[in-house]
C-alpha cells in the first residue's frame, strides 16, 4: 500500500511539474602561436624579435523561456576564460536579461556595444581588428545598458543603447546603429558619444579603465569624477561600411571611420582643451573554393590633428599604413586552421599616432623602426 501511494505520489508530482526554460551552452576557442618583430622591453626600447601565444576560450550561456502572451524571456551569462589577464570574473564579459515579441527586443545590463561588434565582425575580421575594432573613440562594452533591437523592415534594422552611467543625475554614453541586408549586399552605420567617464584615451578598452571589459563611469556627478578629471571630457565615433558578397566566392568590404576626443583628455591623445580627430579607412577582399579561403587587407591611420592642424615636430606625419594576410582552412564543420601576415609601415618611426599602447601595434616600440611584423598560426573551433 505504501510503495502504491509513493509511486502514485512521484508520478502525480512530475506531471505536476512546470516546463523547464530553455537552456543552452555554447562558445568557442582559439589557440594562436605568433612571432612579432620590434618588440618593446620594459623600459620602453627596442628589441629583437619574440614568440607569444594567446589562448581564449568563450563560454555563452543563454535561456530563453516563452511566456504566455507570446514574447520570450530570454538571457545570456558569458565569459572569456583561460586568457592571461582579461575577465578575471563570471559574468564580467556579458550578463544581461532581455524580452523579445514582434516589436523587437529589449535587454538590460552588462552588454558590448553594439557598435563595436559591428566593427568587430565582419569588418574587423582576417587581422584587421587590432586597429579597427580595438583602437577608436568607441566603447567595447555598457555595465548598465539598456538596448533596443528593431525588428527588420525590409531588411533594414537599428539598435540604441543607453548606459545609465554611476552618478546622481543622467548618464552621458549612448549610441545608435543601423543596417541593411539585402542578398548579397550589406551595409552597416553607426555613431556613439560619450562623456565624462573616469578615463579617456585612444585605446577603447581603456575608455573606461584599466581592466578590458571595463564600462565607463559616464556620470555627470562631480562627486563621482577622480581628482585628476577636472573639466568635460568627450568621445565620438562615426562608422560607414559595406560588404558584397559574389555567388562565385568572392567578397568585397570597405569601410570609414572617424574618431573624435575633446576636453579634458588623457595626455595621450592630445594636451589641451580642443578636438583631436583621427580618420580611417579599409578595403578587404577574400575569396572562398571548397576548404580554403584566401583574403588579403589594408587599412590607413591617418595623421591626428587638433583643432584641424596636423601636429608639429617629432609628432607630426603620426599616420600608419597596415597590410594583412590570412589563409583559412576547414578542419571539419566546426573547426578552422589559420595563417595570418599583419605588417605596420608607420609615416613617423618614433611616433604611432594617438595610441599609446604598444599592444595595439603587435608590441612595437616605436623608436627608431618604421615598420612591425606578426606572423600568426592557430586554430578556431567553435561548440
Given at each position: 500500500?505504501?510503495k502504491?501511494?509513493?509511486?502514485g505520489?512521484l508520478?502525480?508530482?512530475?506531471?505536476?511539474?512546470p516546463?523547464?526554460?530553455?537552456?543552452?551552452?555554447?562558445?568557442?576557442?582559439?589557440m594562436?602561436?605568433?612571432?612579432?618583430?620590434?618588440?618593446?622591453?620594459?623600459?620602453?626600447?627596442?628589441t629583437?624579435?619574440?614568440?607569444?601565444?594567446?589562448?581564449?576560450?568563450i563560454?555563452?550561456?543563454?535561456?530563453?523561456?516563452?511566456?504566455d502572451?507570446?514574447?520570450?524571456?530570454?538571457?545570456?551569462?558569458?565569459?572569456k576564460?583561460?586568457?592571461?589577464?582579461?575577465?578575471?570574473?563570471?559574468?564580467?564579459?556579458e550578463?544581461?536579461?532581455?524580452?523579445?515579441?514582434?516589436?523587437?527586443e529589449?535587454?538590460?545590463?552588462?552588454?558590448?556595444s553594439?557598435?563595436?561588434?559591428?566593427?568587430?565582425?565582419?569588418?574587423?575580421?582576417?587581422?584587421?581588428?587590432n586597429?579597427?575594432?580595438?583602437?577608436?573613440?568607441?566603447?567595447?562594452?555598457?555595465?548598465?545598458?539598456?538596448?533596443?533591437?528593431?525588428p527588420?523592415?525590409?531588411?533594414?534594422?537599428f539598435?540604441?543603447q543607453?548606459?545609465l552611467?554611476?552618478?546622481?543625475?543622467d548618464?552621458n554614453?549612448?549610441?545608435?546603429?543601423?543596417?541593411?541586408a539585402?542578398?548579397?549586399?550589406?551595409m552597416?552605420a553607426?555613431?556613439?558619444?560619450?562623456?565624462n567617464?573616469?578615463?579617456?584615451?585612444s585605446?577603447?578598452?581603456?575608455?573606461?579603465?584599466s581592466?578590458?571589459?571595463?564600462?565607463?563611469?559616464?556620470?555627470?556627478?562631480?562627486?563621482?569624477?577622480?581628482?585628476?578629471?577636472?573639466?568635460?571630457?568627450?568621445?565620438?565615433?562615426?562608422?560607414?561600411?559595406?560588404?558584397?558578397?559574389?555567388?562565385?566566392?568572392?567578397?568585397?568590404?570597405?569601410g570609414?571611420?572617424?574618431?573624435?576626443?575633446?576636453g579634458?583628455?588623457?595626455?595621450?591623445?592630445?594636451?589641451g582643451?580642443?578636438?583631436?580627430?583621427?580618420d580611417?579607412y579599409?578595403?578587404?577582399?577574400?575569396?572562398?573554393?571548397?576548404k580554403h579561403?584566401?583574403?588579403?587587407?589594408?587599412?590607413r591611420?591617418?595623421d591626428s590633428?587638433?583643432?584641424?592642424?596636423?601636429?608639429?615636430?617629432?609628432?607630426?606625419?603620426?599616420?600608419?599604413?597596415?597590410?594583412?594576410?590570412?589563409?583559412?582552412?576547414?578542419?571539419?564543420?566546426?573547426?578552422?586552421a589559420f595563417?595570418q601576415?599583419?605588417?605596420?609601415?608607420?609615416?613617423?618611426?618614433?611616433?604611432?599616432?594617438?595610441m599609446?599602447?604598444s599592444?595595439?601595434?603587435?608590441g612595437?616600440?616605436?623608436?627608431?623602426?618604421?615598420?612591425?611584423t606578426r606572423?600568426?598560426v592557430?586554430?578556431?573551433?567553435g561548440?
Amino acid at each position: 500500500m505504501f510503495k502504491r501511494v509513493l509511486i502514485g505520489a512521484l508520478v502525480s508530482t512530475a506531471f505536476a511539474m512546470p516546463a523547464m526554460a530553455e537552456v543552452s551552452i555554447s562558445g568557442s576557442a582559439e589557440m594562436d602561436f605568433f612571432y612579432r618583430t620590434n618588440q618593446a622591453n620594459g623600459s620602453g626600447a627596442t628589441t629583437d624579435g619574440a614568440f607569444g601565444q594567446e589562448i581564449a576560450i568563450i563560454v555563452n550561456i543563454d535561456g530563453k523561456d516563452k511566456l504566455d502572451s507570446g514574447d520570450v524571456l530570454k538571457w545570456r551569462l558569458a565569459q572569456k576564460v583561460a586568457t592571461d589577464s582579461r575577465y578575471d570574473s563570471f559574468g564580467q564579459r556579458e550578463a544581461w536579461i532581455g524580452y523579445q515579441g514582434t516589436w523587437g527586443e529589449a535587454r538590460f545590463g552588462n552588454q558590448f556595444s553594439n557598435q563595436y561588434l559591428q566593427l568587430d565582425w565582419p569588418y574587423g575580421a582576417q587581422g584587421v581588428g587590432n586597429l579597427w575594432a580595438d583602437f577608436g573613440a568607441q566603447n567595447v562594452q555598457y555595465a548598465r545598458a539598456i538596448s533596443y533591437f528593431s525588428p527588420s523592415f525590409g531588411g533594414f534594422a537599428f539598435q540604441a543603447q543607453y548606459d545609465l552611467g554611476t552618478g546622481t543625475s543622467d548618464a552621458n554614453a549612448y549610441e545608435i546603429t543601423a543596417n541593411y541586408a539585402n542578398g548579397g549586399f550589406r551595409m552597416d552605420a553607426g555613431f556613439s558619444e560619450s562623456k565624462n567617464s573616469a578615463t579617456m584615451s585612444s585605446e577603447a578598452f581603456v575608455f573606461g579603465g584599466s581592466k578590458w571589459g571595463s564600462s565607463g563611469s559616464f556620470s555627470n556627478n562631480p562627486d563621482a569624477k577622480p581628482a585628476d578629471l577636472v573639466g568635460d571630457n568627450k568621445a565620438r565615433a562615426y562608422n560607414l561600411g559595406a560588404i558584397y558578397k559574389f555567388e562565385s566566392g568572392f567578397d568585397l568590404a570597405a569601410g570609414v571611420k572617424r574618431n573624435e576626443w575633446s576636453g579634458d583628455v588623457n595626455n595621450a591623445i592630445h594636451a589641451g582643451n580642443g578636438k583631436t580627430t583621427v580618420d580611417q579607412y579599409l578595403v578587404r577582399a577574400g575569396y572562398t573554393t571548397g576548404k580554403h579561403n584566401m583574403n588579403l587587407g589594408f587599412q590607413r591611420v591617418e595623421d591626428s590633428k587638433t583643432d584641424g592642424a596636423n601636429a608639429d615636430g617629432a609628432n607630426a606625419d603620426d599616420g600608419i599604413n597596415v597590410v594583412n594576410a590570412q589563409y583559412n582552412y576547414s578542419l571539419s564543420k566546426n573547426s578552422t586552421a589559420f595563417v595570418q601576415v599583419r605588417h605596420h609601415m608607420f609615416d613617423n618611426a618614433n611616433k604611432h599616432s594617438v595610441m599609446h599602447g604598444s599592444w595595439q601595434l603587435d608590441g612595437s616600440a616605436g623608436s627608431g623602426k618604421d615598420t612591425s611584423t606578426r606572423i600568426l598560426v592557430g586554430t578556431w573551433t567553435g561548440f
